[in-house]
């Protein structure tokens, strides 16, 4: 079966921790995202990629790293230094770039204690 | 600053009935438009689409509409069904730049 992954489905970690969210896809995707959801708020994004060992900041990128080292992974770090880390965070992929039709992953829901 | 917006942040239909989810964006480099469907505990799944070329596109019982002069779509299901109950993202792209609303939740009454 083809899809996205993400995981864990619920993260609890304690304020000034780093904590990485992971994300694959085996649909042979070349571009990935992360989005933030926060109640009331649409999908926001943090980082895209539009190929391997390339991604770009998104709207609200600080705070935040990524890696893009495989195809298939898009790994999300949520550092000591973003503000207000406690969301609902959601990962994509789409074939192309230019964002196309994308495919969302399950989320991850990042309590800071 | 929103750029798409979904004013209702809920909306209840009967079961059989027409749903409309309105959406309304101010970018007018946005040229292609999309809605996704979501699931409490899941991502978000594409739902229908429409091109600024066109001013609907029909997939079963699902229409989009779009207002180009009037930077207006709207989402018609009909008939509703309690299946259908979720939360609906309008999107906005164009431009290499996409957007999101803040979402609609859909209750469909049995």
């Known amino acids: 079966d083809g899809g996205i992954t993400q995981s864990p489905k619920y993260l609890f970690r304690k304020e000034g921790q780093n904590v990485t969210l992971s994300c694959e896809q085996n649909l042979n995707h070349d571009a990935m995202y992360w989005y933030r959801q926060d109640p009331g708020q649409g999908l926001r994004l943090i980082y895209y990629s539009q190929i391997v060992n390339d991604f770009q900041k998104g709207d609200i990128a600080e705070g935040y790293s990524v890696s893009r080292e495989k195809k298939e992974s898009f790994p999300l770090t949520v550092t000591s230094a973003q503000k207000n880390p406690t969301a609902f965070y959601l990962c994509?992929?789409?074939?192309?770039?230019?964002?196309?039709?994308?495919?969302f992953g399950p989320g991850t829901r990042l309590t800071v204690l | 600053d929103q750029q798409v917006k979904q004013n209702s942040p809920s909306l209840s239909v009967q079961e059989g009935r027409i749903s409309i989810l309105n959406c309304d964006y101010t970018n007018s480099m946005f040229d292609y438009f999309l809605w996704y469907k979501k699931y409490p505990a899941e991502g978000p799944t594409f739902l229908i689409s429409?091109?600024?070329?066109?001013d609907k596109n029909e997939d079963g019982r699902f229409t989009v509409f779009l207002n180009k002069s009037a930077k207006h779509l709207s989402l018609h299901i009909v008939p509703s069904q309690p299946g259908d109950s979720a939360v609906y993202f309008c999107?906005?792209?164009?431009?290499?730049?996409?957007?999101f609303g803040a979402g609609t939740r859909l209750t469909v009454k049995p």
């Open positions: 994509a992929s789409s074939r192309g770039g230019n964002y196309n039709e994308q495919f």
């Open positions: 429409i091109s600024s070329i066109k």
């Open positions: 999107a906005a792209m164009g431009n290499n730049d996409m957007r």
